[in-house]
T-cell receptor, first 113, second 112 residues
Framework: AAGVIQSPRHLIKEKRETATLKCYPI?????VYWYQQGPGQDPQFLIS???????DKGSIPDRFSAQQFSDYHSELNMSSLELGDSALYFC????????????FGPGTRLTVL | GEDVEQSLFLSVREGDSSVINCTYT??????LYWYKQEPGAGLQLLTY?????DMKQDQRLTVLLNKKDKHLSLRIADTQTGDSAIYFC????????????FGTGTRLTVIP
């Protein structure tokens, strides 16, 4: 079965650079969630989209923005990167009407030097 | 607010049962989940329970929910070395938002 795809899997950037993370949800899933997991931390919700509109916002810094496109894939744009942005970024997807399961991607490991 | 707590570490011997505990503060939780995360890997959903249930069993996994005490537990029977991982409980609230609030994670180490 198709799973959530995230790219790239690993990314190394320097301070003050920008990064774009991509998420391709499971086919027919219309809702995408972004989570950030710092080293040794639990995943923290950043932002979500349903049918290409932002649905909920968590602890996403103003330096970050995200959107969902017409094909339901989503991109997380991160600017003015800081050392503290080094983390594993997960994308999850489900059908908007589903109250059961969010399917998580493998994550993108971002390292800021 | 959402505050989900777990003990950080648990060690068990292979073949024994493991019990991982989780407490939460928000009584408006609708679904409660258990996720498994192996080193460097993503989050794998193990099981979930709806807030009006007391117990759910799925093969080696048993979830118990005490809604009065806001306590959730995951029991793994006949724990194997492949069960070594970090286990996160997570809650979804009744506020209409579908995002999950994760606990701090419990690192389970299975000793052969």
């Amino acid at each position: 079965a198709a799973g959530v795809i995230q790219s790239p899997r690993h990314l190394i950037k320097e301070k003050r650079e920008t990064a774009t993370l991509k998420c391709y949800p499971i086919p027919r899933h219309d809702t995408v969630y972004w989570y950030q997991q710092g080293p040794g931390q639990d995943p923290q919700f950043l932002i979500s989209f349903y049918e290409k509109m932002q649905s909920d916002k968590g602890s996403i810094p103003d330096r970050f923005s995200a959107q969902q496109f017409s094909d339901y894939h989503s991109e997380l744009n991160m600017s003015s990167l800081e050392l503290g942005d080094s983390a594993l970024y997960f994308c999850a997807s489900n059908e908007g009407s589903s109250y059961n399961e969010q399917f998580f991607g493998p994550g993108t490991r971002l390292t800021v030097l | 607010g959402e505050d989900v707590e777990q003990s950080l570490f648990l060690s068990v011997r292979e073949g024994d049962s493991s019990v991982i505990n989780c407490t939460y503060t928000d009584s408006s939780s609708t679904y409660l989940y258990w996720y498994k995360q192996e080193p460097g890997a993503g989050l794998q959903l193990l099981t979930y329970i709806f807030s009006n249930m007391d117990m759910k069993q799925d093969q080696r996994l048993t979830v118990l929910l005490n809604k009065k005490d806001k306590h959730l537990s995951l029991r793994i029977a006949d724990t194997q070395t492949g069960d070594s991982a970090i286990y996160f409980c997570a809650e979804r609230l009744q506020t209409g938002a579908n995002n999950l609030f994760f606990g701090t994670g419990t690192r389970l180490t299975v000793i052969p």
